[in-house]
């Protein structure tokens, strides 16, 4: 009998830094118990044959693992795009079979895509790398696969808090060289629950809307001569304002100014957690909310009257929650998630009315590990 290797990939929660890392902002993370695993069996040949539940089985040739344009936006391509990454650092690679299932459910916000990603990534490193290769080279090698096989222009932030685990800290001012924090804190003992809300709207068809997102803030950058906003001073872009409105328009203006408050907000919240100043903290999640929607715009696609899923979700968790606990936009916005802590005592009663008024399973527990 042929001998079953498992592997498995948490998703993540995104706490701090909205839309930062792809400008080599600073992010607060974390793993969750939501997890993608894999039973993985060597079948003797040349081909990657990965069969995920509730999925059509797809198979990857080893031998041809350049980019195709017919497989971008799929799933296929994430598989060649981390095998070629494997390839192109010398490692020998051959085929098995992978039986996948996943409770990081599509479009949650959870990033199911990293958690695969990573995922695969620790299939082959565990198989033909001898797992000689890191947990931050794992996540880069998700990116890559993402980026450019994939072709969504996402950061690093979501394979990172996966490939890493715990709560992290993330600094990516030197993206190959990230400076990674763990975090010692658990939010239960603070008397809150961390929990998401799916707000009931679909990801689908929204790329347009996350890819303007990093476009506009470069040609923020691009307007002051640097490739990204990390690399842009903050006092000439305010000094300067008037000519950068002009020149590139006052959204992309408006996503700049959400980018230098929220890499800074994250060291404050970091700083509040490490000083057990939990009330600062819940307070920084609050302000990272309202900035998403006042600056970073990315609550509603352009267009939309008749669903507004995610502002729906989010004024009724602010009444819900009556100026306790905190709320925010999960991820990339404009469709999936919403995270919030809610006080124990009053989780379930919150619970009962989120269910009641979006559908019955949209308020999930998250814990981290």
Known sequence: MDKVYHFSAPGRTEIGGNH????????????????????????????????????????????????????????????????????????????????VKSTVLPGSGLSSSAAFEVLIGRILNGLFADNAVSVIEIAQIGQYAENV?????????????????????????????????KIDHDFAHCGYTLCIID????????????????????????????????????????????DVRKAIGDRAVLRAMHFFDESRRVQMQVRALKNDNFAAFLNYVNESGNASWELLQNITPLGATAHQEMAFTLVLCRKLLGGEGAVRVHGGGFAGTVLAFVPNEQFEQFKNAMDSAIGSGSTQKLHIQ
């Open 20 to 99: 930062t890392d792809h400008q080599h902002g600073r992010v607060l993370a974390a793993a969750v118990d939501m997890e993608t695993t894999a039973e993985v069996t060597l079948n003797g040949t040349n081909i990657i044959r990965v069969d995920s539940a509730g999925y059509r089985p797809v198979e990857i040739d080893l031998s041809a693992l350049t980019i195709r344009e017919e497989e971008k936006n799929t799933t296929a391509a994430l598989i060649r795009g981390v095998a070629a990454a494997f390839q192109q650092r010398g490692y020998k690679l051959s085929g098995f079979d992978a039986k």
């Open 149 to 181: 096989y994939f072709s969504k222009p996402s950061g690093l932030m979501d394979q990172m808090a996966s490939s890493v685990g715990g709560l992290v800290f993330i600094d990516f001012a030197d993206p190959k060289r990230p400076i990674v924090e």
């Open 199 to 242: 707000s009931g709207a679909d990801h689908a068809d929204l790329t347009a809307e996350y890819a303007a997102i990093p476009a506009e803030m470069k040609n923020v950058a691009a307007y002051f001569g640097k490739a990204v906003l990390r690399d842009v001073d903050e006092q000439e872009f305010y000094a300067r304002l008037a």
